[in-house]
């Protein structure tokens, strides 16, 4: 036998190396408190079916808090040799209240302990997560109704497109996000299902009544199969899924926000407290809170694979294979929370640059289509319409000017039923006004959409 929890069998002490090489509690120390949230509702469980007597259910209640609290202060002494969370705060229970401690693991394993505690750790995490993206939303909302009138080029392939409104783009990260946030949520209802109770993998022998463990523990209700219930670990995949195409949306805005912030887009300001300097380079003001959330991407989009590699070839039931769910779960949680603070904090404090954007609206022929189709509502063909813009779209870049910089008769050089009416169309905002229907870039519309989002955001 040997000093380990489980050393009944064994004839010589765990190898130094091997002890370091299989310990967990480096890592899953973090899942001390819902471990113990865990414990607490067993054991009241146990309790309450007379596996437990009431007294030794408050020893072990009564001791678990004062660990937690040894935890909390720093005083806690994490032992390599007691393996993992689990271990190290079992011991200590039987050390502080002794022989009742050990009757804590009745009907129980780690195998769904440790599922457990990942589900409420897991839990508590993404309603952070939410409550995050929701203020992230919240600006973002706010930002786009303010700026519902101001007139920025709208892009294909990154070049000239239509004009838009800043607040129709800016709502449109907006959608991302409110479908990030749907994930999340349809997500959650699948982490809170409890495995507690499945013990190593086929349930236990005692008399255990996993509807008040589920209940105590806030759980919709006990899993169906234990089998299942120690193994699989598919609702962190889901989660990392997730959170992966969050950091995908929040990767293209950053994108936008870097390339916006540079002296030849020059659409945006970034407030110095966002940017940080070059030590070589006195001018530079570099966007690194986009850039690094950019780059952090790829880090958690590497979890979500590392999740589902570790997966794919287990047997059931439990395998040590799924100690190496932590790290990259963690990692994934705590990338998304920096990111997503970042990103709360500073939305509110882009600086737009107004006259910047509507210069660079006018420049590219933003407002072709609308000479097209206002040859189209005068009888053309689109086709024929589309080709006599072209037209003047190719005298406007050897002349150097845009549609609404030519005269009414240079334009009827192209089509005879060009009238004087034609201005209004080729203005800015007689374009993005005339796109007024639900989804369309019109000021009105955006304004109507930002009140929409907000019903929805309100209503969580
Ligand atoms: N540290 C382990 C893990 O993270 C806890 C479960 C260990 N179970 C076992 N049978 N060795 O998965």
């Known amino acids: 036998t040997t000093d380990k929890p489980w050393g009944g069998r064994f004839s010589e002490p765990t190898d130094a190396f091997v002890e370091r090489f299989t310990a967990s509690v480096d890592f899953d120390k973090r899942l001390y408190f819902h471990d113990i949230q865990g414990s607490m ?11 437990l007597t009431d007294a030794e ?34 011991a200590r229970l039987t050390s502080k209240i002794g022989i009742t401690g050990k009757k804590l693991h009745t009907g129980r394993s780690r195998n769904d302990q440790v599922a457990t505690d990942i589900r409420l750790y897991l839990r508590d995490e993404i309603d952070v997560i939410c409550a995050e993206l929701s203020r ?82 806030n759980f919709t209700c006990p899993s169906e199969n234990s089998l299942d219930s120690v193994s699989d670990r598919d609702f962190a995949i889901e989660f990392s899924a997730a959170a992966s195409l969050l950091m995908t949306h929040l990767s293209r805005f950053s994108e936008e926000l870097i390339l916006w912030t540079s002296a030849q887009f ?69 990338t998304l929370k920096g990111c997503l603070k970042a990103y709360a904090d500073m939305v509110p404090a882009i600086e737009p640059k107004r006259d910047s954007m509507r210069e660079a609206a006018k420049r590219g022929f933003s407002t072709a289509t609308d ?34 910089d030519m005269t009414l008769q240079e334009l009827q050089q192209f089509s005879d039923i060009i009238a004087d009416d034609v201005f209004d169309v080729l ?18 519309q955006v304004r ?13």
Not at 41 to 51: C, I, P
Not at 448 to 460: D, F, G, N, V
Request: with cysteine; aromatic share 6%; charged share 25%.
């Open 427 to 444: 203005t800015l905002e007689g374009s993005v006004n005339a796109r007024d229907h639900i989804g369309g870039t019109a000021p009105a």
């Open 266 to 334: 020059n659409f945006i300001d970034l407030p110095d407290r966002f940017c940080t300097g070059s030590s070589i380079m006195p001018q530079k003001k570099n966007p690194d809170v986009p850039e690094l959330v950019r780059g952090k991407t790829g880090r958690v989009t590497g979890h979500l694979i590392s999740l589902l590699t570790l997966m794919k070839a287990q047997p059931l039931a439990y395998n040590k294979d799924n100690q190496e769910d932590k790290e990259p779960l963690f990692d994934v949680i705590d």
């Open 57 to 90: 259910k408050e020893q072990i209640i009564a001791g678990l808090t004062e660990i937690r609290e040894e935890i909390e202060a720093g005083a806690f002494a994490w032992s390599v040799k007691l393996e993992d969370v689990h271990m190290n705060i079992e």
């Open 136 to 217: 992230l939303q919240t600006g973002l909302i706010a930002l786009a109704e303010q700026e519902a009138d101001t007139i920025m080029p709208g892009f294909t392939h990154l070049q000239t497109a239509q004009p838009v409104t800043f607040g129709h783009h800016l709502l449109a990260w907006n959608e991302m996000l409110e479908r990030d946030f749907g994930r999340i949520q349809d997500c959650r209802k699948r982490v809170n299902i409890m495995p507690l109770g499945a013990a190593a993998l086929a349930g236990t022998t005692y008399p255990i009544d996993r509807t008040i463990t589920a209940k105590l523990l």
């Open 448 to 460: 109507q959409a930002a009140q929409r989002a907000r019903t929805k955001l309100t209503a969580r």
């Open 371 to 404: 000479l097209a189709d206002y040859l189209v509502v005068k009888g053309m063909p689109f086709r024929d319409a589309h080709e006599v813009v072209g037209k003047a779209v190719g005298y406007g870049v050897q002349t150097g000017k845009d549609l609404s």
């Open 41 to 51: 509702a067993h054991a009241t469980m146990l309790a309450e079916v007379g596996v």
